[in-house]
């Protein structure tokens, strides 16, 4: 019923491939295909204690359908360190993010839709689903080749486009848990218990969860306009669980039970089989989530706890000036926000430029 | 004639400034306001030699017009080694390429047409740059701060925006001579006397060429469709002269020479005034500028020497398989062309990743 | 009273100045001089707050002497980014540690021990001192230049000769707080109520404690060959206040007093002048502060909390396979130490290869 | 008689190996063991291409005794990318050189001569180098684990310690070829048929030519001291072929007939097998080695040809102060030597810090 395999997402300039683990759960028939995956970016470690955690929880309790998990699943991003840490978010060469390559070209859906105006759900599906895989294919086969994190996101990619339901599991710097939510599938995301949870709009970027919906959810636009109702398909969310470059197995084992709760929802198990302690939850739109950037270098007290309302006009760091000490000027800058706002993540150092990105918030937080 | 000042554009962890010099050239009347600026990615060094070259030529003929001269534009990315190098294309934090940070947002660019329709074309100019120039103060306002590389880049922008021509001197890795053109100023391009060129459509990417003149074409066109024809104002290029970490000044004389040939054309100096040896020019559009990406990983052989035409079918690279050595299986892979190419620039070390860029080419060569 | 200035330590590619803030307390006479600097580390951020709180108690009563604070030491380090974190260890150019370039050249120790032998301690003090300074002058004045990481030092080490004491603040990766303590220095020690103490040698390794007090411990030695006695003239000390990449000002607060209270017994201020709750103490040979490199690759879970004794064959940390999940072979390794030890730091990654040094213990402990 | 197996050396963060291929060409009996390896530097690639020439000339023509051939010897430090380059030179968590952690303790050296004295020089040889291999096994084998960049310095040098001749081929940045070569063996150097050389004594300093030779040369003047004469058993040297991140297979194939000369003398070939136009060669000692190191910061025109000599107080570098552009006071610094010298490497970058180790000299020439 669990079987393992690894799969070849590159090549180290040593010849030593690049390899990531791929563990299948046959579970009974009835349920969707799921594809779960961690690690993408190198620091972000907790994914792959939930993954171990969601197998067992699997082992405990037989699911319906077919589950697939990749851990560790950007081994180029794991092995690069500098100093102490991973250097795990972009490729030390080019500087870009290894989760905004992958593919999606919706050139054809217009086409695409009509050809297939008639057929019946399943059909689309099948036809559309095939299309994509081929899209992908035609990708990986360029004559000039493709580049290093795109070829290892297309080869992951090519998993995820057979999955109905698709979950990234990644970690922000120093952060509280939180989710996005594509606004489609706003109905189903309480079920993970995560407290923080940004809506977002259903366009394609190039992370794993845009290109897992967003053909879909193009697909169902596309059809509406021809006067059909197509729903959309796939089911797909990023799960930021937690700080990067730490393991937390016991807080690992209560997402792995959030998991297995949305997936009772989507079939997997009886509604009620797995249980955690609920979460007050928060959320707002994507375009409410912020930035702070420091207005000054320094060197930053973060103030504000994670996960926990700030008011508008409440200092959130303070900005010491070390190079001041001993002189009249002031020796701190504080900076509040201007509206109410919940802190999600900051960053990782103490060290800041002018500019740095201090914290993200939720702002203008609404109901999930 | 000549003045010198420090313009700040950001500010270090340690509290020291990063500063950017500034050289006026107050010319004589009647020409137009230049902006060139140099070693916005901090490895690439050569274009500093180019302005000094060009200040000296300045010196030597004084020009008609107004020239800002920045060298050492981005002291952030300058300053950060890593090994010997120089790790100046992206910021080290984020990862985001220091010349993808430039601000414009086309929003209001219709109703502007629309109650500019009927003022005189110098009456457009100055209330459109007036917009320009409040766009960028407001974003640099924002309450939320404004991140490193954007606040850098928003800084040397309020320069820029201020000018009729904006030159922005790079280097690629290890590369021959190359320009970037936009497309409706194709036909002064060659006065540069630079090699290799690429024509690029004017749609806005983040790059300091783009945001100095696609709002400018966009209001152009926005126009057209109004039914009134308004020429571009602003004329804006990207040179790259050569290969990153290296300085040759004799190259770089030869290249001030060939600025100075292009602002002729623009009323800096009486056509004639500066001659350089002609070299040969290819130019292809920038949907034909390729990138050969590595199928395998391996030490590599650069066979196609830079600005030479190599036909499609001949080996370009050979990729070494050192790991392989003592067995019966290839030691090496030999990579070739599916079409006829001019090798532009290569990878600037011999250890490749699979998926790693290799090469750029021009393909579908034309007459500049 | 107390006064501030800036000395240039270095200079950036782009040509800016790296400079540290220089702050001078002129305390009454009769007091030694003392040197405190904080931060040549550049991640280690915590002892620029601890200046910052030390100087608000020489404010709050001025002490006896002559002292002068060094914060953000390191500016090349401190700007230094690499991924969020700040790459403050070791010049990213060499790999050399900033903290192992400070320079002592004791050839010419026994000469000078014969020509003072019958001066006084304070003409053998001067004397000395002169000889110090005038190494460090002849040293950075090579006609074949200095290093970079070694002019930093040298710079901050004209200032260091001239004090009685020296302390030098870091901070560990994730690390609880200790002191290397010179074994001759031992019974004053526990004045800055630092929880975990090495006692090391008084061999001159190159880093700042030593540079500092090794000259006068080897004259000590030397003087002692001929039969004379003569106590080390300076103390000094290197503090190691937590961890990397934090700024916890209630704890610098603490940390502070230890400091003034050390000073106390050095004639800065009369005894019992500063308080703070005293804390459990252990202490073990250099040769004892064991590190445990980790035998294998893996996502390590540390379980050995920071400070708290630790019993041999105690698991200390789990290293999860997650390449192996859903395989029979062992999900992690768990490694124990061969004898009872009390964790003082660890690595500040949850992501390590074989090899990784994952703990440093004191082992072997004993009373201060 | 040509065989290939790999070898582990470590383990990355993902779980994969990281294996070293290793070659065996089993000889004719009678020749020595002779050990090669090539690229313990990430960057340093062409040492990869002499080995393979190498290996060429052994299948034209066998030689005697048994050769170990080791390419991309550190794989760690290979797939170690920060920005394009191939952060080759240092752990990068640590900054340790790979080339400074071989592992080498004469404590019990002089036990050894004094037990031995009596035995022949093969009881000797073999004796002393069971306890080498001793020594290694019990180092590899410590209950504390042993460090990523010993751990795999050990492995490599548990195959070295078993031959007769060790060659470890490096490059430098930009760099003329040069070779280190041990007092001991310098009569042997010339048939490398390498251009500049550097007499060093026969220390232990961690590298791994000194580890190969300097048990044996410490045994050897232990043997003297007791009034024995036994020779130096082991011949080693570092060949630095070149500049790093480049691949050039004309000069490998020169490289690798200069090292089957030497082995001529060692017995692998008959004199006079394998020949190569000679160079002229200039020699000086460890001590006249000299590092030039930036008077000030700027942007480097490197103005001294390597390999060429030049005269005292003649310029070799230009430093450019772009800062200065446009401003009275001088645009550059030149710096030139207090004495003739001869020009062996210089930085890779034209970005320089002060401080920065510009150029490396010989000085003091003499004939090899």
Chains 1, 2, 3, 4 share one sequence.
Not at 15 to 21: K, L, N, Q
Not at 91 to 100: F, V
């Amino acid at each position: 019923m669990i079987s393992t395999s690894h799969l070849e997402v590159g090549q180290q300039p040593s010849g030593e491939p690049a390899r990531v683990p791929v563990i299948t759960v046959e579970g009974q028939p009835g349920g969707p295909r799921v594809y779960l995956q961690a690690n993408v970016h190198g620091a972000e470690i907790q994914g792959n204690a939930v993954l171990e955690r969601f197998l067992a929880l699997c082992r405990a309790r037989p699911p319906k359908g077919h589950i697939t998990l990749v851990p560790l699943a950007n081994p180029i991003g794991i092995n690069q360190k500098s100093g102490e840490f991973t250097l795990g978010r972009f490729d030390p060469i080019s500087g870009e993010n290894w989760n905004r390559q992958y593919h999606f070209n919706n050139r054809d859906i217009e086409a695409f839709c009509h050809t297939h105006l008639h057929l019946s759900d399943t059909e689309v599906t099948d036809a559309f689903r095939q299309q994509l895989t081929a899209q992908l294919a035609a990708r990986l086969d360029s004559p000039w080749g493709v580049k290093t994190g795109q070829h290892m996101a297309l080869r992951l990619q090519q998993m995820a486009v057979e999955a109905d339901i698709v979950l990234d599991l990644h970690t922000g710097p120093i952060s509280a848990r939180h989710l996005y939510v594509p606004e489609y599938a706003r109905a189903r995301a309480h079920r993970f218990n995560i407290p923080l949870n940004i809506v977002m709009p259903s366009d394609f970027g190039g992370a794993m969860d845009e290109a897992a919906f967003s053909p879909w959810w193009q697909l169902s636009q596309q059809f509406a306009e021809l006067g059909r109702t197509f729903p959309v398909q796939v089911d797909a969310f990023t799960l930021e669980l937690g700080s990067q470059e730490k393991l937390d197995i016991a807080q690992a084992e209560r997402d792995a039970a959030g998991i297995a709760r949305y997936l009772e929802v989507m079939g997997c198990w009886p509604e009620g089989t797995h249980n955690v302690a609920p979460e007050t939850q928060y959320a707002c739109a994507l375009e409410h989530y912020r930035a702070l950037y420091s207005p000054c270098a320094g060197q930053i007290e973060y103030l504000a706890p994670l996960g926990q309302p700030v008011p508008a006009g409440a200092p959130v760091v303070r900005i010491w000036h070390y190079d001041r000490l001993g002189q009249d000027t002031p020796l701190f800058t504080e900076v509040s926000l201007p509206c109410d706002a919940v802190p999600v993540l900051h960053f990782a150092s103490a060290n800041a430029q002018q500019g740095t990105e201090l914290y993200k918030f939720l702002t203008h937080t609404e109901a999930l």
